[in-house]
C-alpha cells in the first residue's frame, strides 16, 4: 500500500479535529502530523504531543531553513507542517491525518500532490454560528475577525476533492473513513499495478499456449 496525506479543512468550528481525533483512535493506518504552532499552549496541551510549541524567532529561522511543507498565520500565530514529520508518518506505512486551515492545505497539495483533499461542512448557517461562539472566549474584535476567517474558509470548498457535511459527528467519522478506503482502492495508488496485471496475463497466456497443443 502507497499511504498519503489526508487534509482535513473546515471553517473554524466545523468539527475537523473532533472527526481527525476520532478516525486516528480507530484506525491503526493512520498517523499524525504534529504541527508547530507559536501560539501558547492550552492547559491540557502537551509539547511535541498536540503541537512543537515554538518561539516566533524559532519558527521563522526554521522556515528559513526550508524546513516546512506548508506554514499559514491564522488568527495573529504561525502554524506549520514539518515536512519530516510527514514522512515519519509515510514511512511508518502510515496515511497521515492532517489538520491545518485552507490556506495551508493548498500549499501543502503542491508539495504532497498525492494527498487527499477534504472539507468539513457544518450543517447550518446556525450550527456554524454555535460552534463559532461556544470557541470563542476572545474579545469583540476577535470575534469578527474568527467571522472573517469562516467566510474566507469557506470560499475555497472548490479546491476540495470531498465534502462531509459534519451534522452527526459518528456519520461523519464514518464518511471520512469510507473516503481513505476508497482511495487506497483507486487506482493510481495501487502499488505494483502493472506487474501484477502482467504477472497474470503472462499465466493466462501460458494456459491458452497449452490448450493450443
Ligand atoms: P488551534 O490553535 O485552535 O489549535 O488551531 C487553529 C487553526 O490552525 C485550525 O484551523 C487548525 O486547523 C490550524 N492549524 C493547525 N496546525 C496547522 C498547520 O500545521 N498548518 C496550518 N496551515 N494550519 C494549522
Redesign the pocket.
Known amino acids: 500500500m502507497n499511504p498519503f496525506p489526508v487534509i482535513?479543512?473546515?471553517?473554524?468550528g466545523g468539527g475537523?479535529?473532533t472527526i481527525a481525533r476520532a478516525l486516528l483512535a480507530q484506525r491503526s493506518d493512520l498517523g499524525y502530523?504534529v504541527?508547530?504552532?507559536t501560539?501558547a499552549p492550552?492547559p491540557a496541551?502537551r509539547d511535541g504531543r498536540?503541537?512543537y510549541f515554538l518561539s516566533r524567532r524559532e519558527f521563522i529561522e526554521r522556515q528559513q531553513r526550508g524546513e516546512?511543507a506548508?506554514?499559514?498565520e491564522?488568527?495573529g500565530?504561525l502554524?506549520?507542517?514539518?515536512q519530516s514529520e510527514v514522512n515519519r508518518v509515510l514511512r511508518a506505512g502510515q496515511h497521515v491525518m492532517?489538520?491545518?486551515?485552507?490556506?495551508?492545505?493548498l500549499?501543502?497539495r503542491r508539495a504532497f500532490p498525492q494527498s487527499v483533499t477534504i472539507f468539513v461542512l457544518p450543517p447550518s448557517g446556525e450550527v456554524l454560528l454555535q460552534r463559532l461562539r461556544e470557541?470563542d472566549t476572545e474579545s469583540g474584535s476577535q470575534v469578527v475577525a474568527r467571522l472573517q476567517?469562516a467566510l474566507q474558509?469557506l470560499q475555497a470548498v472548490d479546491e476540495y476533492q470531498y465534502v462531509v457535511v459534519n451534522d452527526d459527528l459518528d456519520s461523519a467519522v464514518k464518511l471520512v473513513s469510507s473516503i481513505i478506503d476508497a482511495e487506497v482502492a483507486s487506482r493510481d495508488r495501487v502499488a505494483n499495478l502493472r506487474l501484477q496485471v502482467t504477472q497474470l496475463i503472462e499465466r493466462l497466456e501460458l494456459e491458452i499456449e497449452n490448450h493450443s497443443h
Open positions: 482535513l479543512s473546515a471553517p473554524s475537523k479535529t502530523s504541527s508547530c504552532t501560539r492550552r496541551e498536540d503541537y516546512f506548508e506554514s499559514a491564522v488568527h500565530n502554524y506549520g507542517t514539518l492532517m489538520d491545518i486551515d485552507v490556506q495551508g492545505a500549499q501543502f470557541r476567517s474558509e
